[in-house]
């Protein structure tokens, strides 16, 4: 079958049959048969100006014809010439084919806009042909449309980030990741006994009070601090033990600039042989070094605490005003930051331990105070609410 | 608590009466001061007293403390304890 016989009406049926059927073999025929090709499509364009002008029916016709994703022209080349042809004469089809669609694409659209027919909104993606050979360049997605300007800038899909109090947290224990503490955690609804009992809170403590502990029931609390792990760690590991505990704790607080009902701990809890005030000293001022810089100086002072014997209070030099007095540390130099001190043996008892053989320190330190300090937040109430503009602040 | 200065100097002499260094040094013996303000003449400051020291719940017992602190004698409980009963009966200004 020779295509230079054909009717030119019949251009379009040639493209039903491999080039092979076609016998054509090199790259003057397969021009010549773009050439009639691109006669045609002339052809189709000047009927549809003299028949069928204002119809959009016959111009969508025409480009069924033409474009259509099935049984158009271009698809037809597409998948009986291209695919089949032999690697030489692929780079000439492929290159005729796109500017013959190109062509189809610019003529319909010329139509188009002449008659106000509204443009396809989305864009039109031609397939291209299927990567077969090593030298082959995918053929680019093409838009044709005239609602969508490519120029614009796309939209950026938001990143989150971690939320300031996680990532305050996971410098704690970042830190004391690196002098050798692991991690454990406990349940935030608590038995009375790990919350209070085993902690040396007896009944009529006060911190037992229904004015600052949320009741579950007569047994069951919001745990009040992460103290409660502590009982948890040492029933379940013996000696030596280093660990930290981050977690939330509730209390019934008025929410204000400096309390909430909900707020996070980090709790520590070193138990060993010869364990003394001087470890937890020097374990404190290396974290607070660690944590604040290394010009931050550290005060412990006498404090009391149920399940420490002894107790402190662990205060810091003001960073605001670098200990000489200031609004934030009511001029005396110091923040108050932490509680601490040695395990009262008292404890031991309830988790099985041999009070005369081991000692231990536990501190606890409020995330969001520490957050507070070293990022300047001045409202407590900030962390909870949410508010995208403030969280992304800390990236 | 609130202390009154001048009642606790009835029990022990001060070696110092400045309000300044008196909370400074009420702090490091782990009772902190929240506010220290005068009020009609008198110096008052506001005392934190942990559970574990009730026995610092009184003038006398703040008295005891600072007088182990600053290592000044303290005036014996039945002598103090006469002296309240007299001021009590007489008009506040005398004390």
């Keep these: 079958m020779d295509s230079a016989d054909l009717p030119p009406s019949d251009i379009t049926e040639a493209v039903q049959h491999t080039l092979e059927e076609l016998g054509i073999h090199d790259t003057p025929r397969l021009q010549e048969l773009f050439s009639q090709l691109a006669n045609q499509l002339q052809k189709d364009m000047a009927q549809l100006a003299e028949t069928g002008a204002g119809e959009p029916e016959k111009l969508e016709a025409l480009r069924v014809r033409w474009l259509g994703r099935k049984q158009g022209v271009i698809r037809s080349i597409n998948d009986n010439w291209l695919r089949s042809a032999s690697p030489e004469l692929k780079r000439e089809i492929g290159q005729l084919l796109n500017a013959l669609r190109e062509e189809a694409e610019r003529q319909i659209l010329v139509v188009k806009r002449a008659e106000g027919i509204p443009m396809t909104p989305a864009p039109v993606t031609v397939t291209p042909a299927p990567v077969t050979a090593r030298w082959s360049i995918p053929e680019p997605t093409v838009f044709v449309t005239g609602a969508l300007d490519i120029t614009l800038p796309g939209t950026r899909r938001a990143v989150g980030v971690r939320h300031i109090l996680r990532r305050v947290m996971d410098e704690i224990t970042e830190i004391f990741f690196s002098l050798g503490y692991s991690v454990e955690e406990g349940p935030d609804i608590e038995s009375v006994y790990y919350n209070f009992e085993a902690l040396n809170i007896p009944e009529d403590h006060p911190a037992r009070d229904d004015q600052d502990t949320f009741y579950i029931d007569s047994r069951t609390v919001l745990r009040t601090h992460t103290s409660s792990v502590q009982i948890r760690t040492m029933e379940k590991l013996q000696p030596p033990l280093r660990i930290i505990v981050p977690g939330k704790a509730y209390r019934r607080d008025t929410p204000d600039a400096t309390h909430s009902p909900m707020f996070h701990q980090v709790e520590g809890l070193a138990v060993d042989t010869h364990i003394t005030f001087a470890d937890l000293k020097g374990t404190l001022d290396y974290f607070l070094k660690a944590f604040f810089g290394p010009e931050v100086r550290t005060r412990f002072r006498p404090s009391f605490f149920p399940f420490t014997e002894p107790s402190a209070e662990v205060d810091i030099s003001c960073l605001f005003c670098g200990a000489r007095g200031c609004r934030i540390c009511k001029q005396s130099g110091w923040i108050e930051l932490m509680g601490c001190g040695m395990v009262d043996p008292a404890l031991y008892p309830h988790v099985h331990y041999e009070a005369s053989r081991y000692s231990g320190f536990a501190f606890g330190m409020g995330v969001e105070r520490l957050a507070m300090l070293k990022y300047g937040v001045q409202d407590i109430q900030l962390f909870f609410q949410g508010d995208v503009r403030f969280l992304r602040q800390f990236r | ?95």
């Design chain 2, 1 to 95: 608590m609130k202390i009154l200065l001048s009642w606790l100097q009835e029990f022990v002499s001060l070696s110092t009466s400045a309000p300044r260094q008196l909370a400074e040094d009420l702090t490091m013996l782990g009772f902190p001061v929240d506010a220290a303000l005068t009020q009609d003449g008198e110096t008052i400051l506001e005392v934190d007293i942990t559970t574990n020291r009730p026995d610092c719940l009184s003038h006398y017992g703040m008295a005891r403390e600072l007088a182990a602190f600053y290592g000044v004698p303290i005036k014996p409980f039945g002598e103090a304890a006469a002296g309240q009963a007299a001021s009590m009966s007489a008009p506040r200004s005398k004390r």
